[in-house]
């Protein structure tokens, strides 16, 4: 974890005036700021030198030595030495878990390792069969009132815990996080003791809360450790926790009735520290957990640090906030406007109210931009490497900008007679300003990029003839989707694509009366909005798309827009037939009688045998429509380019690098390698190939940029986020726009949010990003030795399993025998050179079962046997 990542902890009580703080494991920060002050103590004869004021609990852990302990965590001040009232354990009535006892020679008893502070020349014991037994103790009292079954059944590995063999009633079970749960590892290492008490669920029924935002909430699995009221209380400085008793038992629960009523921010410090499953965020994937980064960051395809920016924004520094963008891309302006933003489908404020207006605090963070950024940012010398990009769409752009700023000699060339991309010719005016695309591009070109417009070029072999050291492939998929109905050739019946990109160069100024656009993905919409803008007044535009609203491939924003401006829409209806409508009168004017459409209606079949269901027309439902203008919005394709291999979807074939497939000095990258995508996975493509080339040309391929400040930290969230009256109330911000019945020209549609709006929109933000910054607390040492002969010959030679691994700690093979140490000193002698292997041993005397019932639980867990040693693995091992 970076330095960032610790948190500091404020020794201080929610609402209160902000106190000193305190750094990792409760040691005060004005020790860190002035002139540390070390000693030396022993622990178990080991010498270690420690600052003065931590705790012996925090020293030994610095200096690598386990002490059980479960109130204890790394980066918050030690329970039991914190102002709360009351013991914890729930039965170890001296505070805390009790489970930290150690001894310390010449002092009688034992001592909670928490509560002891260092001292030069102290020695401390961690392990004694008294210790052992005073923790097992310890440990009974906690789970007399945790359910625990589970923890000594044989059969815990790999069960669900959905349904119980030995009929074990739900109550009594362990949870759903029993694999990686902190209260399991602490109690196997302790080891359960005998005559622990049953759990009785009857005694200790304490309420279940599911039915609240993002937390479920068991708290019959708490066992008032105070890790979360600490965090809550006296690291975020929210407060809305508070110890409760029930029938005798001490449980951490809010301070009202729901935790929306007590304040809480869900900015789930109190979940990460949790040693049990009492606390489990529902909202969030097994990915965004382990992903270390917020998922707003995750979904972000560009990897732009979205909460860092936000959060800059909600304080007003706009600049800033803009800086942390261009980290990442060169085009804040154009993302700010056209961006689809994956990133507020995945905010985790959308789970509570509305997700944040991210996008738009994107672009008010670049247009109030002072250009402070342009001081930071790297420019590398010259490398006499040439590179051409063929295509100045968003993905060419950026493999562009990125390269130039490399020391590379970068040429673009462009079909079309500017840069942009679909940019450019693909999204109207309306939604994109042509002024925001050319100040952007000026950017690029002001790095030295040479642009060659209207240049098309059709074969690689012309450039390759010209001496480049690299090319990449960014052309797009521009051309249109054939529209495969009777008739489509007809005059009247034009593409989508296509008529945008007339649209935008000006050459399409008017349209008839009667439009129908058939599609429904977000070009579609795009058109239909064009068309209204170019019909004029009375014009009926209308939308038709083969399946219903709800299946749209268009973003809801889009279709929303749509339908605000007049835009008429038909479902589940496809045309099958285009063909020239008789004129009824004979006007002197010879006007077009237009076309007439045959369409029908759709529905979803019954599923096939694998429960798969198919679009199907409806039989005996056609009906016939007549319209002046029919522009098709059914899909793109990369256009072809001679010297290009090809997938059978037809798009260019890359290798995970973005080369091409056969290697060669050829990159590719954009919607010709993706298919029709966003503008952020396109600038997502143009930064990987810059990566790749840039090494293939011989650099490091690292683009990255710090241009937040030269320290290369910058700003970073306060882990103090303090109470806030009603924050959990608060809905998003409205980004202001054009009334409707104005939006009949091409003026920009969606207008910047003000600065008061942006800072209370900004202010809105979780601050998820925090929960990644909060270290691990320390586990038990694993249980595995380096197969090795010292390790080996301390085996006991009674029977058992062991379980063998690879260098990375996978499991090889489990295998019950009845000799280990004979058994393993087999495996050391016939051990490859080189070939790191580790081992663990549970002593069992019905091996063979036992054996089988670990590959029972292997197997239900990781779907597929452990995968052995050489080629004969299975055989020789099992």
């Known amino acids: 974890m970076s330095q960032v990542a610790i948190i500091t902890v404020h020794r201080r009580m929610?609402?209160?005036?902000?106190?000193?703080?305190?750094?990792?494991n409760g040691a005060a920060n004005e020790t860190a700021r002035s002139p540390a002050v070390r000693l030396t103590l022993q622990i178990d004869g080991k010498p270690v030198e420690v600052r003065m004021g931590e705790t012996l609990l925090a020293a030994a852990a610095a200096a690598g030595i386990y002490i059980p302990a479960l109130c204890?965590?790394?980066?918050?001040?030690?329970?039991?030495?914190?102002?709360?009232?009351?013991?914890?354990?729930?039965?170890?009535?001296?505070?805390?878990?009790?489970?930290?006892?150690?001894?310390?020679?010449?002092?009688?008893?034992?001592?909670?390792?928490?509560?002891?502070?260092?001292?030069?020349?102290l020695q401390v014991i961690t392990h004694t069969a008294s210790l052992q037994q005073a923790r097992q103790t310890a440990l009974a009292q906690i789970l007399e009132h945790h359910p625990h079954v589970c923890l000594t059944c044989p059969q815990r590995d790999g069960c669900s815990r959905v349904m119980c063999c030995f009929n074990n009633t739900v109550e009594e079970r362990c949870c759903s996080i029993m694999s990686h749960c902190a209260l399991r590892k602490v109690a196997d290492y302790i080891i359960i003791p005998e005559a622990t008490p049953e759990y009785d669920p009857q005694a200790n029924r304490l309420p279940v809360v599911r039915d609240e935002p993002f937390y479920d909430r068991d708290y019959n699995l708490c066992i008032?450790?105070?890790?979360?009221?600490?965090?809550?209380?006296?690291?975020?400085?929210?407060?809305?926790?508070?110890?409760?008793?029930?029938?005798?038992?001490?449980?951490?629960?809010?301070?009202?009735?729901?935790?929306?009523?007590?304040?809480?921010?869900?900015?789930?410090?109190?979940?990460?520290?949790?040693?049990?499953?009492?606390?489990?965020d529902r909202t969030l994937s097994a990915v965004q957990k382990q992903g270390g980064v917020a998922p707003c960051t995750t979904a972000c395809p560009a990897g732009i640090d979205v909460p860092r920016y936000v959060q800059l924004a909600g304080l007003g520094r706009f600049s800033e906030a803009n800086a942390v963008v261009r980290e990442k891309l060169p085009f804040p302006g154009i993302l700010g406007r056209a961006c689809y933003a994956p990133c507020e489908s995945d905010c985790r404020r959308g789970n509570l109210d509305d997700p944040l207006s991210i996008r738009s605090l994107k672009r008010i963070a670049a247009e109030r931009d002072d250009g402070r950024w342009r001081e930071l940012q790297r420019r590398a010398p010259p490398t006499g490497r040439r590179l051409a990009v063929i295509g100045a769409g968003p993905a060419g752009l950026t493999a562009a900008f990125y390269l130039a700023k490399k020391g590379h000699a970068v040429t673009v060339f462009e079909a079309m007679p500017a840069a942009g991309g679909m940019a450019r010719y693909g999204i109207p005016a309306y939604r994109l300003p042509r002024a925001v695309i050319d100040a952007e591009v000026a950017d690029v070109a002001a790095l030295g990029v040479t642009f060659h417009f209207d240049t098309r070029i059709d074969d690689l072999a012309i450039l390759e003839a010209q001496g480049f050291d690299a090319l990449f492939v960014a052309i797009g998929a521009q051309q249109a989707a054939p529209l495969e109905v009777p008739g489509a050739g007809l005059a009247g019946v034009v593409d989508g694509i296509g008529f945008l990109r007339e649209v935008a160069q000006g050459r399409c100024t008017a349209l008839p009366q009667r439009v129908t656009v058939i599609g429904g993905g977000d070009v579609a919409c795009d058109v239909a909005r064009s068309a209204l803008r170019l019909a004029g007044e009375g014009a009926a535009v209308e939308l038709v798309y083969r399946r219903t609203r709800a299946e749209m491939p268009a973003h809801a924003p889009e279709v929303a827009a749509c339908l605000e401006e007049g835009v008429q829409t038909r479902f589940q209806r496809t045309?099958?037939?285009?063909?020239?409508?008789?004129?009824?009168?004979?006007?002197?004017?010879?006007?077009?009688?237009?076309?007439?459409i045959d369409w029908v209606a759709t529905r979803l079949s019954r599923p096939n045998v694998l429960g798969y269901r198919h679009l199907e027309q409806v039989p005996g439902s056609m009906t016939t429509d007549t319209t002046d203008l029919v522009i098709a919005a059914v899909g793109q394709q990369v256009a072809g380019l001679a010297g290009l291999v090809c997938t059978a979807e037809g798009r260019i074939a890359v290798d995970a690098e973005g080369r091409l497939?056969?290697?060669?000095?050829?990159?590719?990258?954009?919607?010709?390698?993706?298919?029709?995508?966003?503008?952020?996975?396109?600038?997502?493509?143009?930064?990987?190939?810059?990566s790749a080339i840039d090494r293939f040309l011989g650099g490091d391929g690292d683009i990255d940029e710090t241009l937040l400040d030269e320290t290369g930290r910058g700003w970073q969230t306060d882990p103090w986020i303090g109470r806030e009256e009603e924050f959990n109330q608060r809905r998003q911000q409205a980004v202001p726009r054009q009334p409707v019945e104005a939006r009949r020209h091409w003026d920009e549609v969606e207008h910047c949010y003000s600065v008061a709006d942006a800072v209370?929109?900004?202010?809105?933000?979780?601050?998820?990003?925090?929960?990644?910054?909060?270290?691990?607390?320390?586990?038990?040492?694993?249980?595995?030795?380096?197969?090795?002969?010292?390790?080996?010959?301390?085996?006991?030679?009674?029977?058992?399993?062991?379980?063998?691994?690879?260098?990375?700690?996978?499991?090889?093979?489990?295998?019950?025998?009845?000799?280990?140490?004979?058994?393993?000193?087999?495996?050391?002698?016939?051990?490859?050179?080189g070939v790191p292997l580790f081992f663990s041993i549970e002593p069992a005397h019905y091996y063979s079962q036992?054996?089988?019932?670990?590959?029972?639980?292997?197997?239900?867990?990781?779907?597929?046997?452990?995968?052995?040693?050489?080629?004969?693995a299975l055989d020789d091992l099992f």
């Open 14 to 24: 929610a609402g209160t005036a902000r106190q000193d703080g305190l750094g990792r």
């Open 72 to 121: 204890a965590y790394p980066d918050l001040p030690m329970v039991c030495s914190t102002s709360q009232e009351g013991g914890g354990g729930n039965g170890s009535g001296g505070g805390g878990c009790g489970l930290c006892l150690v001894e310390l020679v010449g002092v009688a008893g034992v001592h909670h390792a928490c509560a002891v502070p260092v001292a030069a020349g």
């Open 224 to 280: 008032d450790c105070r890790r979360c009221l600490v965090a809550c209380n006296e690291v975020r400085g929210v407060g809305c926790l508070e110890v409760k008793q029930t029938n005798g038992r001490r449980w951490v629960g809010p301070v009202a009735d729901t935790l929306m009523e007590s304040g809480c921010k869900f900015c789930n410090a109190c979940v990460e520290v949790c040693p049990t499953g009492a606390l489990l």
């Open 575 to 596: 045309p099958v037939a285009f063909r020239k409508a008789e004129s009824v009168v004979d006007g002197a004017d010879g006007a077009d009688p237009g076309l007439d």
């Open 661 to 690: 497939v056969g290697g060669g000095k050829v990159f590719a990258g954009g919607d010709a390698v993706l298919g029709p995508k966003s503008l952020i996975d396109a600038v997502a493509q143009g930064r990987q190939a810059a």
């Open 760 to 833: 209370a929109e900004g202010q809105r933000c979780l601050k998820c990003n925090l929960m990644h910054d909060i270290g691990e607390a320390q586990m038990p040492p694993e249980s595995w030795h380096p197969l090795e002969a010292v390790a080996v010959h301390a085996l006991p030679a009674e029977s058992g399993v062991y379980f063998l691994f690879d260098a990375n700690k996978q499991v090889l093979a489990i295998k019950g025998v009845a000799d280990l140490q004979a058994a393993l000193a087999l495996l050391l002698a016939q051990q490859g050179d």
């Open 850 to 872: 036992r054996e089988s019932e670990l590959l029972q639980a292997y197997s239900a867990q990781h779907g597929r046997l452990p995968p052995g040693i050489g080629e004969d």
